[in-house]
């Protein structure tokens, strides 16, 4: 086992997969996949984190934090860049692992993904609720606590997280045309009201808040970007849309990286306005940010308005984490690391129905019933751990498969891959080491599943069980033919 639990699968094999009980629908462009990166990036971090970041431990300094965190962000995207070109397959970070270094680094990554996705959904379905019922006791109207807090913090069960998830998986069920048509409307109506925000603020900005600029030194400066990393996890949800782009080859490259160089921009400009508006140390006391920025200059309607944007902005990143955790479940249980059942596309659809439901169980659990600080406690460790495997795979596959046509290339390779790893490598040691505890905790349990279920009932182990010994000893490969007809795509050579 030790030995092939290594074992790789081809390019060509991935792609025939998507083929599958029809594939999925081809929709998406240039413009569809950017503003999918913008509504899975602006959310949480720019109406949430930044004031966080700015009281705890960068100071003024959150602008070379969000600079940090973007350059590590920005080589790991070149490596995805060239990845999603490569190997258009929905999956994102496990298939680009599972074809460079092999199926058991794919399951990590793949594993690493899970976490990340489900307990970010959970954690920002939470916040979606608080800001909701805080609107709806601006218009008069109060839910009761039972229905609108966990038991845990003395309620019965969190509803509006409930009701805002089942909106989700309805929309993401029902198609990606859809999903992408409410994404875009939603991106656009935050993209404002950020706008708005520094339109009203940069006149507001007094250089003396700037002072000192650097108060906690730089371990300050890297502990806010290992902080403020999770306001750009998104851009790698992007690659999970594979199967639905019309150009894989050029609009996922370009969807990846201009979707975080806009997002890079606004996190600049909205920290630099922030930090300029209010000392740095008032935002501790504050879980709105933006809003508090702007009542404390007068504009208590600018602040109204940013709530509703803090809505659609939290909104989206629903809409897009949902919709990359679906993608990930479906492509491990087609390839056999999870039960198939959530393998499927549905009929009508064309959408991997199964696996957004299953999506759906486990956050409206998790978000209903568990308060958020447990589940924001499940940090960016994974999704870091996933960028490093992915920057180290484009090293790699550069030496196993230099002649691989790639419509896309990551510069100044192995610079820019070992750049992304080094980044991510400090950021996850800046991490509190209870995180970092609970991450290999996590891990321990992957390895287990993987041990027990995901290697005897992966379609490699499949294939190799269907071989039939010769007279004189040697055992054949089934033939392509054979394996397709079972629904199975499987590369001989390995």
């Not at 003024?60 to 973007?70: G, Q």
């Not at 090293?395 to 790893?421: D, G, S, T, W, Y």
């Not at 269907?466 to 629904?487: I, N, R, W």
Request: glycine fraction near 8%.
């Amino acid at each position: 086992m030790r030995k092939n639990i290594f074992r790789t699968k081809s390019i060509n094999e991935f792609i025939l997969e998507t083929k599958k009980d029809g594939g999925m629908n081809r929709v998406l462009g240039t413009f569809g996949l950017t503003m999918l990166g913008i509504g899975a990036i602006v959310g949480t971090g720019i109406f949430v984190l930044t004031g966080v970041a700015a009281a705890n431990y960068s100071g003024p300094a959150l602008i070379i934090s969000f600079i940090i965190a973007a350059i590590a962000c920005g080589c790991a995207a070149l490596c995805y860049a060239e990845f999603a070109a490569m190997v258009p397959v929905a999956g994102s970070a496990y298939t680009y692992g599972y074809v460079a270094l092999g199926e058991f680094w794919a399951w990590v990554i793949g594993w690493d993904l899970i976490l990340e996705y489900a307990f970010a959904v959970s954690a920002v379905a939470i916040g979606w609720s608080g800001y909701f019922n805080n609107i709806l006791m601006n218009l008069g109207i109060t839910l009761p606590q039972a229905l609108t807090m966990a038991p845990y913090d003395g309620g019965l069960v969190n509803l509006p997280a409930i009701a805002i998830l089942a909106l989700i998986a309805f929309i993401n069920i029902h198609g990606v045309q859809q999903s992408a048509t409410v994404n875009n409307i939603i991106v656009g109506i935050k993209l404002a009201v950020v706008a708005l925000f520094l339109a009203l603020g940069v006149s507001h900005v007094e250089t003396t808040n700037w002072v000192p600029f650097m108060p906690f030194g730089w371990s300050g400066v890297f502990a806010g970007a290992s902080i403020i990393f999770f306001a750009y996890i998104g851009f790698d949800a992007v690659s999970t849309a594979a199967e639905e782009v019309k150009n894989p080859q050029r609009d996922l490259p370009r969807g990846i990286i201009l979707s975080l160089i806009i997002c890079t921009v606004l996190y600049i400009a909205v920290s630099a306005v922030l930090t300029g508006m209010v000392p740095y140390l008032e935002f501790k006391t504050t879980a709105a940010p933006v809003a508090f920025a702007l009542q404390s200059v007068g504009y208590h309607w600018g602040a109204a308005a940013i709530s509703v944007g803090a809505i659609c902005g939290l909104s989206s990143v629903l809409l897009v984490m949902s919709f990359g955790q679906s993608r990930i479940l479906f492509v491990m249980s087609r390839d056999g690391l999870l039960p198939k059942f959530f393998g499927h596309v549905h009929p009508k659809y064309k959408t991997p129905a199964r696996s957004s439901l299953l999506v759906f169980i486990i956050t409206a659990v998790t978000a209903g019933f568990l308060p958020i600080n447990i589940v924001a406690e499940m940090t960016n460790i994974g999704t870091l751990c996933a960028f490093i495997i992915v920057s180290a795979a484009v090293i790699v596959l550069r030496k196993k498969a230099p002649n691989q046509v790639r419509a896309f290339k990551c510069p100044l390779v192995p610079v820019i891959p070992a750049l992304a790893i080094l980044f991510c490598g400090v950021l996850i040691y800046m991490l509190p080491l209870v995180t970092q505890i609970r991450f290999v905790v996590w891990l321990v349990l992957g390895f287990a599943i993987y041990y027990f279920y995901g290697y005897n009932h992966s379609i490699l182990t499949t294939l190799r069980r269907s071989t039939v010994p010769l007279e004189d000893g040697a055992v054949p490969v089934a033939t392509a033919e054979t394996v397709q007809d079972k629904g199975h795509i499987i590369d001989i050579h390995h």
